[in-house]
């Protein structure tokens, strides 16, 4: 009676440390696995915020070609239609700062070079400056504030704060 009822606890611990070694090894491999699904995801968040951050550098080169040829079809697609621009304690509407932009002399040159991009998801913030040149050579830059928010693919300007 002793040997089968040794011989049924050794086979019983057998079972018990088989399925407990399964269990183990199947814990590593899920683990793997999240592990492999985390890295996946943080590689596409990364390529997805590069790919923003490419963006809006793409459209800050293009800012200040399109406001010397008063490009107004460019601001009505990057800026939204409730932009608002900030400067000497006054607050302008979209429609404002275009026609403002179309009033300026087309000899100006102007320069907007984003220096720190911080993007939040669907927002982003662009600390920049913004340069005018005049045909006679004077030069004038002030620090700005961007508030860009992305609707489906594309970034726009919600709000601009200007050191002007």
Known sequence: MN????????????????VSL????KLFRGADAAIDAVRLEV??????????????????????????RHDREFFERIETDDFRLFFNNTSISREED??????????FVYDNRPQEIRIYGNQAVV?????VRTANGYVHGWET?????????????RSTTSGY
């Open 127 to 131: 600390r920049g400056c913004f340069e």
């Open 145 to 157: 504030i961007d508030v860009w928010i992305k609707r489906g693919n594309h970034w726009q300007i």
């Open 43 to 68: 590689a596409e968040s990364n390529t997805a915020f590069l790919e923003d951050e490419n963006r809006l550098r793409e459209i800050y080169r293009e800012y200040g070609p399109a406001q010397m």
């Open 22 to 25: 399964t269990n183990f090894t």
């Open 98 to 107: 275009i026609r403002w932009m179309e009033e300026n002399p087309s000899d």
């Open 3 to 18: 040997t089968v009822l040794v011989r049924l606890v050794v086979a019983f611990a057998c079972f018990a440390l088989s």
